[in-house]
């Protein structure tokens, strides 16, 4: 079956402009997750949701970053007045919950931010 | 809050050597463990996993038991193939009864390279 996609799979943009990164979950799975992995480094956990809404969204680095899921399946990861730290590898992935349990996470083939 | 420290790489082998990276963390409670696997120009895909202490984790002939009284989770293999070069990240997860349930924590990761 079809496994968790990310686009664009390359974005550049330059300093101070808005993207937006779309991620489509593994169909029925109704947790998804953002992470960034800056180079040398393991991903970053950003936000997760549950459905359609943030269960938690403590790794956002700050106000300029915002996530929504509006239907409960894809997400958009958005980011406004983009910096040239912000450039990384944004993974997504998806899990199935089943009443308390989060199994295991899927993760998608990443899009690459680079900022100019 | 949850961290994860990895070995330090990179880690060259030659074929058929014994591989072991060493993985340490810090959690309160009772958080699950996992080891995953990022080949070349793939995505992060989960190698094994333990959920409770004393659990062993197997897959591809790679090994890792979670030893709470020590903290680590340390994969192993008794002989690495070329085909297993790729970057390892060690990673947890929070119990059902913390702030971090549900995302995860990944270390740094590990470079492997293994030479015929």
């Known amino acids: 079956g079809a496994g968790v996609s990310q686009t664009p799979s390359n974005k550049v943009t330059e300093k101070g402009k808005y993207v937006e990164l779309r991620c489509d979950p593994i169909s029925g799975h109704t947790a998804l997750y953002w992470y960034r992995q800056s180079l040398g480094q393991g991903p970053e956990f950003l936000i997760y949701f549950q459905g359609t809404g943030a269960a938690d969204d403590s790794g956002l680095p700050n106000d300029r970053f915002f996530a929504v899921r509006p239907e409960g399946s894809v997400s958009t990861l958005k980011i406004q007045r983009t910096e040239r730290g912000d450039s990384a590898v944004y993974l997504c992935?998806?899990?199935?919950?089943?009443?308390?349990?989060?199994?295991?996470?899927?993760f998608g083939p990443g899009t690459r931010l680079t900022v100019l | 809050g949850n961290s994860v420290t990895q070995m330090e790489g990179p880690v060259t082998l030659s074929e058929e050597a014994f591989l072991t990276i060493n993985c340490t963390y810090t959690?309160?409670?009772?958080?699950?463990l996992f080891w995953y696997v990022q080949y070349p120009g793939e995505g992060l895909q989960l190698l094994l996993k333990a959920t409770k202490a004393d659990d062993k984790g197997s897959n591809k002939g790679f090994e890792a038991t979670y030893r709470k009284e020590t903290t680590s989770f340390h994969l192993e293999k008794g002989s690495v193939q070329v085909s297993d070069s790729a970057v390892y990240f060690c990673?947890?997860?929070?119990?059902?009864?913390?702030?971090?349930?549900?995302?995860?924590?990944f270390g740094q990761g590990t470079i492997l390279t293994v030479h015929p």
């Open positions: 990673a947890l997860k929070g119990d059902a009864g913390g702030t971090s349930y549900g995302k995860l924590t």
């Open positions: 992935a998806s899990s199935l919950y089943s009443g308390s349990y989060y199994n295991e996470q899927f």
């Open positions: 959690a309160t409670g009772y958080p699950s």
